[in-house]
């Protein structure tokens, strides 16, 4: 069992920059691919941005946001800069066992709050 503990988040202004950070347990982390995903208030659940031996991002959040990870510490980063009141949702990390990307994600972090003002 993987357990993903994130933190980070918070309110932050239209045009300013948040850090999430999701940790992970067990000694496989290097092998995952890791994702973040966000889902705002009635919608679904949306790709946000992922990271095995590549980093790959949706379209609404490229050269804006950055998916990092430090294999040492079992944790993946999400740096969102510009940010805009539409990137306000609830964010989640993941994990992917087999190291695909567009694989299905086993392990789900708790949620975090991310609330952009206008």
């Known amino acids: 069992q993987v357990q993903l503990v994130q933190s980070g988040g918070g309110l932050v202004q239209a045009g300013g920059s948040l850090r999430l950070s999701c940790a992970a347990s067990?000694?496989?982390?290097?092998?995952?691919?890791m994702g973040w995903f966000r889902q705002a208030p009635g919608k679904e659940r949306d790709f946000v941005a992922a990271i095995n031996s590549n980093t790959y991002y949706a379209e609404t959040v490229k050269g804006r946001f950055t998916i990092s990870r430090d294999n040492a510490k079992n944790t993946v980063y999400l740096q969102m800069n510009s940010l805009k009141p539409e990137d306000t949702a609830v964010y989640y990390c993941a994990a992917e066992r087999g190291g695909n990307i567009w694989g299905k994600y086993d392990y789900w972090g708790q949620g975090t709050q991310v609330t952009v003002s206008s």
């Open positions: 067990g000694r496989a982390f290097s092998t995952y691919a």
